[in-house]
């Protein structure tokens, strides 16, 4: 196979390019960490982030559609010389492995950012239940409170005897 040299480049390429990928959901990751962990949580920031990581993700898929397909087209001639191409091959096995350790590191974060949003939501919702509690109470005192005074009934009480 005479191209193999061109579709190593790509392997090459596209794991390169994944790195670059998963450094910046690695990053966004740690913000949304960031950003749960402080005492004012800036909701509209975190959703931004969580649409940017998306963008991301759909990146990172392409990626593993595109490397997936230029293998499966070179794995034979790779495996049948594994010593021609030993130095290749040795690079993108670098390039997988620093992609594994990022994403253990993201799963670990992607964890903790799950908990500490699970607390902020039961928060919000105490929140809102005590809200609707106090307007309740509210609109109960402000219903019954003016039917509570008669006209014959005077305002002022003589306290003599």
């Known amino acids: 196979?005479?191209?193999?040299?061109?579709?190593?480049?790509?392997?090459?390429?596209?794991?390169s390019r994944k790195v670059d990928v998963v450094k910046?959901?690695?990053k966004y990751t740690k913000e949304q960490n960031v950003i749960l962990s402080s005492d004012d949580v800036d909701i509209d920031?975190?959703?931004?982030?969580?649409?940017?990581?998306?963008?991301?993700i759909k990146k990172l898929e392409e990626l593993d559609n595109g490397f997936d397909t230029t293998f499966d087209r070179i794995k034979?001639?790779?495996?049948?010389?594994?010593?021609?191409?030993?130095?290749?091959?040795?690079e993108m096995q670098n390039f997988i492995r620093v992609i594994t350790d990022m994403s253990v590191e993201i799963e670990f974060l992607?964890?903790?950012?799950?908990t500490m949003f699970a607390d902020f939501l039961h928060g919000k919702r105490k929140e809102i239940r005590k809200f609707n509690v106090n307007n309740k109470i509210a609109a109960s005192y402000n219903n019954n409170m003016p039917n509570q005074h008669q006209d014959w009934q005077s305002y002022f009480l003589d306290k003599k005897k």
């Open 1 to 15: 196979m005479e191209n193999i040299n061109v579709y190593i480049t790509v392997l090459h390429d596209s794991l």
């Open 24 to 26: 910046e959901i690695l």
């Open 45 to 56: 920031r975190f959703d931004d982030i969580i649409s940017e990581k998306g963008i991301l």
């Open 76 to 90: 034979e001639e790779l495996k049948n010389n594994k010593v021609m191409y030993k130095s290749q091959i040795l």
């Open 110 to 114: 992607e964890q903790s950012n799950k």
